[in-house]
């Protein structure tokens, strides 16, 4: 079995910075794309960030300067800094893992618990 766990959510003031952690753990032969999403109250959960295991990063325009993606292949762990923030970006943000169990096995997706972000004065 394989875990993710996020850290780093909070209330914050418009313009301000956070940083989301994402750890993996368990059963990890390899690591593929991982990636930030996050859905508010109301609307559709939403690509924030994205990382392939080169390295390679992608970010929608709404965040796009302000939001970076990291990895530390190490620690099994994605980062998400958030930069001016606003309270459009308000919502809950989920971490993503795609990761082959064993060598043998197939990928497989996996999602963290989600941790909150309110962005207000």
């Known amino acids: 079995q394989v875990q993710l766990v996020e850290s780093g959510g909070g209330l914050v003031q418009p313009g301000g910075s956070l940083r989301l952690s994402c750890a993996a753990s368990?059963?990890?032969?390899?690591?593929?794309?991982m990636g930030w999403y996050r859905q508010a109250p109301g609307k559709p959960r939403e690509l924030v960030a994205a990382i392939t295991s080169g390295g390679s990063t992608n970010y929608p325009d709404s965040v796009k300067g302000r939001f970076t993606i990291s990895r530390d292949n190490a620690k099994n762990t994605v980062y998400l800094q958030m930069n001016s923030l606003k309270p459009e970006d308000t919502a809950v943000y989920s971490c993503?893992?795609?990761?082959?169990?064993?060598?043998?096995?197939?990928?497989?997706?996996?999602w963290g618990q989600g941790t909150q972000v309110t962005v207000s004065s």
């Open positions: 368990g059963s990890i032969f390899k690591f593929y794309a």
């Open positions: 993503n893992a795609v990761i082959k169990p064993t060598i043998s096995g197939n990928l497989q997706s996996y």
